[in-house]
């Protein structure tokens, strides 16, 4: 594997940010996705330069062909498809197209499993253990929802679905995986320091900050703090953002209020999907901010060393072992 290495300025602003989190899909959507990054680098000198995508080929409106030509053309491969699997009913996948998605610019696997335990069953294994061997990242592995919440007030379900998951990482310990939405343990103090015993056990595994910015205010600042710093080769950024459904200017404002948290100790009221919570701002070193932006991204997703290098960006490459 290989990591990125800045050369600009020591300053967040010049960091280049990539939203690990993102459901594009086709070209409305990715259009408005750079009309928003260009108005961020307008007005706040921030650089969001690539979004990993987790709607390709969701829908049936283009094809492997179109989508690939498009992005190559059009954005410079700014996007960076990954396939979907539900893992419950079947697949849409066979483990030996894997392989062959990945040569052709795939960049992982989406997973989504929910409230539920499907993910250990045995029938998938065979498709992880492919993941698993040929490098494939889980880009997005939905597990559980957060609790306790509206949408999980269970614990019951939310731990079946949770002990599920901790069943595959032991099984398959070379598994490459981004768990979506901080694995939804991310609602109060004693959440987090469960997920400090994830990140301490599996080595492999990382978690992405999508729609979860609004929960900031629920763990203590300073052990919110601690935590991202000491895990700050496991986390990445993400927003989880759709169809654009406020104006350029309101998603624009939206990511830089994420921005905002992550860098200053800013007093924050709203996040990126809602406008109530306040939260004071983290104000994470500029080494911990280079890897939740970019770095750690750029290590499970390669290829997005050469999208940043013609976006412009000063970066060297060198190799790193691990995941």
């Known amino acids: 594997c290989?990591?990125?290495?800045?050369?600009?300025?020591?300053?967040?602003s010049a960091i280049p940010r990539i939203d690990a989190h993102a459901h594009s899909?086709?070209?409305?959507?990715?259009?408005?996705?750079?009309e928003i990054a260009d108005l961020l680098k307008e007005r706040h000198g921030q650089n969001l330069v690539a979004w990993v995508d987790l709607n390709f080929l969701r829908g049936g409106k283009?094809?492997?062909?179109?989508?690939?030509e498009l992005v190559a053309e059009t954005y410079d491969n700014r996007f960076l498809p990954c396939l979907h699997e539900l893992m419950r009913d079947g697949f849409q996948y066979r483990p030996d197209e894997l392989a062959g998605w990945m040569d052709r610019g795939v960049a992982g696997v989406k997973i989504w499993v929910g409230l539920s335990d499907a993910i250990a069953r045995p029938e998938n294994a065979a498709f992880l253990a492919k993941m698993e061997e040929i490098g494939m990242p889980g880009a997005s592995i939905h597990?559980?929802?957060?609790?306790?919440?509206s949408w999980c007030n269970d614990p019951i379900q939310f731990w079946r679905a949770q002990k599920a998951w901790e069943r595959v990482l032991d099984r398959h310990p070379n598994l490459i995986v981004v768990n979506a939405h901080m694995l939804d343990h991310f609602n109060s103090d004693e959440?987090?320091?469960?997920?400090?015993?994830?990140?301490?056990?599996?080595?492999?595994?990382?978690v992405d900050l999508s729609a979860r910015f609004q929960?900031?205010?629920?763990?203590?600042?300073?052990?919110?703090?601690?935590?991202?710093?000491?895990?700050?080769?496991?986390?990445?950024?993400?927003?989880?953002?759709?169809?654009?459904?406020?104006?350029?200017?309101?998603m624009a404002?939206?990511?830089?209020?994420?921005?905002?948290?992550?860098?200053?100790?800013?007093?924050v009221r709203g996040s990126f999907f809602e406008e109530e919570s306040v939260s004071q701002g983290l104000a994470l070193p500029h080494v911990a901010l280079e890897k939740i932006y970019y770095r750690n991204a750029v290590r499970i997703y390669p290829r997005l060393a050469e999208v940043l290098s013609k976006q412009g960006h000063d970066v060297?490459?060198?190799?790193?072992d691990g995941p």
């Open 316 to 320: 060297a490459i060198e190799s790193k």
């Open 191 to 206: 959440q987090l320091d469960y997920l400090d015993y994830m990140l301490t056990t599996y080595p492999r595994l990382h």
């Open 215 to 250: 929960q900031f205010h629920r763990m203590r600042r300073d052990k919110l703090r601690d935590f991202m710093i000491r895990h700050q080769d496991r986390i990445l950024f993400g927003t989880d953002i759709g169809k654009a459904e406020a104006s350029t200017e309101q």
């Open 143 to 149: 597990i559980a929802q957060p609790y306790p919440t």
């Open 253 to 267: 404002e939206r990511y830089h209020r994420c921005f905002t948290m992550l860098e200053t100790d800013r007093i």
């Open 25 to 34: 899909g086709i070209q409305e959507r990715m259009e408005s996705y750079v």
């Open 2 to 12: 290989s990591t990125l290495v800045s050369r600009a300025e020591d300053s967040p």
């Open 62 to 68: 283009t094809t492997a062909d179109e989508y690939f």
